[in-house]
């Protein structure tokens, strides 16, 4: 009768000299962790997924340029094991080795949570396909633990190179929060993320750059020297609980990472006049499903009027809708400041019962003002439409598209915008990959 197999933590010192004389990988602190990433640009995989692997995996030291091959397995929770190599009972799942700038010589695997799959996985690393001589070692645990829910909000201000990022904590969480911390990801310079055990696959995905310490309050300022002019970034958020006992103590066991994409914008390419972009405040896309409508930015301006222009720079795909909030000035005109595509853009105004176009070719620095064109007490809603899908506006990216406002009368704007975005059906759930070409949602095969 076969028995589920138990296998031991041994300590990676002990095994580091056991293996020796083998010439095996060297590896060091496995991890597993419950991780809930919202919608984002730089190829991981959304939604609640279970994530595990090992860091800094190198290669023996008298063969320094070999390749480690790695590859893992679990004896799910119900089932009984014996034979690694032989026993069907395991699920065995390959490693890839993703060499982020922070966290070089990872070797990872994900996949949707299964409550089935929460005991130790098997890490198995050696430098031939067939793994004999290989270095086995074996994850924590990850047991009952909850998936940790998104911030409730994001805002940041400052379109320079030090922008200020704060945010909202969720009402409730299932274990609470033990660390906060802002991540950044480099989108424009990815890194390739491969596999050669099985199959050979590779994929691109975002470079871990950079993260802050553990932070106690919910806003931070990105220090000097982390971004760039000319790069677009992914930047989250991320809510954690550790583990509190044993050898694994401290160790992240759940995780939720919140992602918006920003752009750094270079005072010196702005047109003449705009000055003091105001940046919206959003709320992640927690959906792995293609059904994703556009993501909705809000906007807290105060002292807005007639007799200036208030810039501020959401996002937006193929287009974008703006709405006045409660209580506050209608729309007077709009001027597109950013010149995308062909720079020339559509006004479509709503009739009550449907939208309507009122302005075509209006080109960018160009303003259309709602009173003189049939709408002479202002606008409360509108679109801009007519960007081009070769225009590669990313539907993600805070400082994507810059507009300026202008009001009938002088207050507040609280309102919103909503990119209109058209998603494309997924090939298979668990794979989504938000692509900003032409902030079209495409769909391809993902790794978190």
Known sequence: MKKRCLVSLVPLALLAAAHALAATPTAESPFFLRQNNSANSGNHATGDLIVWGIQNVKPPADNPSAYVYGTSGICPWGKTCDSFATDPDWLKQRLFERDWTLLPHQYYASRPY?????????????TNASFSGAISLTTPTLGNVGAMPFVSSMTISGAGLTPTISWTLPATTPDGIDQMRIRVQDTSHPVTVESRAGAAYSFQQADLIWQSPVLGSTSFTLPEGVLQYGTSYAISIDLAHTRTSGIFAGTVDSRSSSYFDFTPINPATLPAGVSNIALPTLAPVPTTSGLLAGPVYSFNVADVGPDHVTFIDPVVATGFSYATGAGDPRFKAVQV???????????????????????????????????????????????????????????????????????????????????????????????????GVGALLSWGRRRT
């Open 114 to 126: 299964d409550p089935a799959l929460t005991g130790n996985w098997r890490l198995l690393l050696a």
């Open 337 to 435: 400041a950013s010149n995308v595509g062909d720079g020339l853009y559509e006004v479509w105004t709503w009739t009550g019962s449907g939208w309507q176009q009122s302005a075509t070719g209006l080109a960018a620095g160009a303003s259309f003002d709602f009173t003189a064109n049939g709408f002479a007490a202002g606008v409360d809603r509108f679109q801009i439409r007519g960007i081009e899908a070769s225009a590669n506006v990313n539907a993600f990216d805070v400082t994507g598209f810059v507009t300026g406002l202008s009001f009938v009368s002088t207050g507040n704007f609280t309102g919103t915008m909503q990119a209109i975005t058209t998603a494309v059906p997924e090939p298979a759930t668990y794979c989504l990959w938000l692509a």
